[in-house]
Nanobody, 125 residues
Framework: QVQLVESGGGLVQAGGSLRLSCTTS????????MGWFRQAPGKERELVAA????????YYADVIQGRSTISRDNAKDTVYLQINSLKPEDTAVYYC??????????????????WGQGTQVTVSS
């Protein structure tokens, strides 16, 4: 099974940018659909972006649409989430998730099987 390790979180001022990385190991990365979720205190975990096995399929939640890019480097077994114009409401723990399947319009936590430990993103106003 695949293991996921996120990095790139931190404290950033509103309007700034971050690039989150999720490096995988243990299986063939290119066979996985990948997603980025976030969970703020007291809120449910929500999908913010997902990418299929290739660039042909991507999804962005409305809360992040237009100011973020999800990408993957199959040679480096890594998926990225670039977030620009960060807002205080983007503050959350961001989780990388994976499912060994093709694109099936994932939206829910149950659509993914494997999870990273999360990385904290804090946006100050």
């Amino acid at each position: 099974q695949v293991q996921l390790v996120e990095s790139g979180g931190g404290l950033v001022q509103a309007g700034g940018s971050l690039r989150l990385s999720c490096t995988t190991s243990g299986d063939t990365f290119s066979t996985y659909t990948m997603g980025w979720f976030r969970q703020a205190p007291g809120k449910e975990r929500e999908l913010v972006a997902a990418i299929g096995r290739t660039y042909l399929n991507t999804y962005y939640a409305d809360v992040i649409q237009g100011r973020s890019t999800i990408s993957r480097d199959n040679a480096k077994d890594t998926v990225y989430l670039q977030i620009n114009s960060l807002k205080p409401e983007d503050t959350a723990v961001y989780y990388c998730a994976a499912v060994r399947a093709g694109w099936n319009n994932p939206r829910r936590t149950s659509d993914f099987r494997y999870w990273g430990q999360g990385t904290q993103v804090t946006v100050s106003s």
